[in-house]
């Protein structure tokens, strides 16, 4: 009976490609979380039921400690191996942009993972940087601060360098430079300086504006011998000891990595000739998330590994500084998206699906029935490879006839439906044959995606996934079980806010990026889980409260090395009353004034008083509840 193995599914959805031994299909059919070697994995169905049993329903943010250990891990590792394996004479010294997961649970984690390295922060705001000024205590970690910068935030810096942390002031603009210098005399505190430039080398992907002579940020080469010029009549010429640049986030080609590395070495070349000290060369973030898992050049995936990357890297600084004789710099990259992606998985339910395969229509028509539904009846079972597009051509037309009818008034509204369940069972048909045809006219090729079922997912796109909203960025998503047995519908995902954003429809497979993804029927009384993977980069904050659905349950996992696992966190998302009062209204208050209501109503004599304590409390216990939806 059941021809379909768990490993049909693994090729099917690609997530050994994507998966990049993070996930896996176990022999069960579930999609196990695996540790690196591979011989621990834990189900994530049991993790989802020990989550249920602890009382945290789906939509659920699950987050997995052991990956983003294992994010900073490599990193480190692999820098380590490629400067000792090239003899290259500077260190490594990765920090993790804040940005890109502020959530306190994931720096903590990042410090404390990151201390056998001297992995340190980097901070883009005051805020951020007063998180990395009291979580780091080691001069060895790096605080890198970007962005702009006021004199709070500079005092603040300069604070951080009095009690020894090695902490940058990345200078962005002569304006800012001119601010540091007057700090720095007032508190009589020498600062640790960079300059950030901005290179012409462009990048290929989704941020390709951040980078070349029109990218927002970043000093051009005039305005650095500006600064130079400027430091050196300050008498602060020696500070100046990082050159920094960052040209984009997920930067899909290495040789866009390559070339940038080869102009900034001009930079530092340039500046060192100027007399300034320099040593840190900080290459920003952009090593990039293979999302679809296709390796291949698209915005949303990398054709390079993270040992190719770093090889590129310490190959690229060598071979620029060693014929001129340049020492080499300390390198520092600020990789956000590529170190937590894995960490985090969205765990949703299906609460149910609207199918376009309708029920078999019963061959009886009404005597007086009108021409085109009797058309349409004789269509059905008769769609042959040969006339399958005079079938669509026919079938649209009746269809449309049948709608015209009924806006005049001459076709009733049972009658409306069985025609349009007429035209759906032609197109199923057509459908079919139209699979195996080599070449497709632009509706018949339109066809499946028209036909493809709704899944309705118990999550908020706004909230949990913004940049496949806001970027179309694409996410591994797959059922998370039942994955021996064969997915036979094809469908897109629709979420619970009543937006026509709010879905999506491009998903990772072994094929590549698909328009509709293969799910299984949902069976009665038993839940379909899905999970959304790599979502540990920037989804948390930048998600909104589209609809008031708030914050979803955040739960922590450390998986052990015997296969059991523990809960280290668990967060409950927003209540109902929360997401009201972020948005200013004060639940207290709208509960007196339902409160008012119905007394009001018990007074006129329209409720009883043991009604009123019901619907008082079910408005009380909905302002405590959780915004998603609850069985
Ligand atoms: C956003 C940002 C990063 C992080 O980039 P990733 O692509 O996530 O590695 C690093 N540095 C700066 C300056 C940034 O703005």
């Known amino acids: ?59 659920v943010l699950l987050r997995v400690e052991n990956h983003l250990e294992k994010g ?18 500077g ?72 009690l020894g942390r090695r902490c940058f002031l990345v200078a962005e603009s002569r304006a800012e430079l001119d601010l540091v210098i007057e700090r720095s005399r007032a508190l009589g505190i020498a ?36 600064v130079v010029d400027r430091l050196r009549d300050a008498e602060m010429l020696d500070c100046l000891q990082l050159l920094h640049y960052h040209i984009g986030s997920q930067i899909p ?35 990039a998330v293979d999302y679809d898992g296709t390796r291949g050049g698209s915005g949303h995936s990398r054709n390079y590994s993270l040992r190719e990357y770093c090889a590129d890297i310490v190959e690229g600084v060598q071979e620029a500084m060693d014929p001129a004789g340049i020492p080499h710099p300390h390198l520092v990259t600020e990789s956000g998206r590529a170190t937590v992606a894995y960490t985090s998985v969205l765990l949703f339910n299906i609460l149910d ?93 339109a066809l499946p995606g028209r036909l493809a079922d709704i899944y309705y997912g118990n999550f908020s796109v706004f909230q949990s996934l913004p940049d496949a909203w806001a970027i179309q960025q694409v996410f591994p998503v797959m059922p998370i079980h039942r994955l021996d047995e064969e997915p036979t519908r094809l469908a897109v995902i629709a979420d619970l806010t009543c937006d026509c954003d709010g879905k999506l429809d491009h998903f990772a497979t072994g094929e590549g990026v698909a328009h509709r993804l293969p799910l299984h029927p949902l069976r009665d009384d038993e839940e379909y889980d899905l999970g959304v993977f790599l979502v540990g980069a920037y989804q948390e904050t930048l998600g909104d409260l589209h609809n008031l659905f708030g914050d979803t349950h955040v739960a922590s996992v450390r998986i052990n090395d015997d296969g059991s696992f523990d809960f280290i966190h668990e967060l409950h998302g927003d209540s109902i009353a929360d997401v009201l009062s972020y948005v200013e209204y004060q639940p207290d208050t709208l509960y007196r004034r339902f409160r008012d209501s119905a007394e009001a109503g018990v007074r006129s004599g329209r409720i009883t008083v043991a009604q009123r304590q019901q619907m008082l409390g079910a408005f009380s216990e909905s302002l405590r509840g959780y915004t998603y939806f609850e069985r």
């Open 1 to 59: 009976m059941n021809d379909w193995s768990p490993q049909q599914s693994a090729d099917l959805y690609g997530i050994q490609h994507w998966g990049a031994g993070h996930f896996r299909v176990n022999d069960d059919g579930e999609v196990a979380v695996q540790l690196p070697g591979g011989e621990v994995s834990v189900p994530l169905p049991e993790i989802a039921r020990g989550l249920r049993e602890r009382g945290f329903d789906m939509p």
């Open 72 to 89: 900073i891990r490599r990193i480190n590792e692999t820098f380590a191996e490629v400067i000792d394996e090239s003899s290259y004479q």
């Open 91 to 162: 260190h490594y010294r990765g920090v993790f942009p804040i940005k890109v997961n502020q959530q306190s649970q994931i720096i903590e984690e990042v410090v404390q993972c990151g201390r056998p390295w001297h992995h340190g922060l980097e901070a883009g705001s005051k805020a951020e940087l007063l998180v990395a000024m009291a979580m780091l205590d080691d001069d060895e970690r790096l605080i890198i601060c970007n962005g702009y910068k006021d004199g709070e935030l500079i005092d603040l810096a300069l604070r951080a360098r009095q």
């Open 191 to 226: 600062p640790l300086l960079g300059v950030r430039v901005k290179l012409s080398t462009r990048v290929d992907g989704h941020w390709s504006s951040d980078s070349g002579d029109r990218s927002l940020f970043g000093l051009t080469a005039t305005q650095l011998i500006d």
């Open 253 to 287: 080609n290495i040789r866009n990595i390559r070339d940038g590395v080869r102009e900034a070495c001009r930079y530092y070349g340039g500046l060192l000739e100027e007399g300034a000290p320099l040593g840190y060369l900080d290459l920003g973030g952009g090593l």
């Open 353 to 445: 699906v609207a199918t376009f395969h309708p029920e078999p229509v019963d061959e009886s028509l009404p005597e007086d029935a009108p021409d085109p539904l009797k058309y349409l009846l004789e269509l059905i079972g008769n769609v042959t490879p040969r006339n399958m597009q005079e079938s669509y051509n026919d079938a649209t037309y009746y269809r449309d006839q049948a709608r015209e009818m009924f806006q005049r008034g001459d076709v009733n509204l049972r009658l409306r439906s069985l025609a349009e369940r007429m035209y759906l069972a032609v197109m199923q048909e057509v459908a079919v044959h139209a699979r195996d045809a080599e070449r497709l006219s632009a509706e018949l090729e």
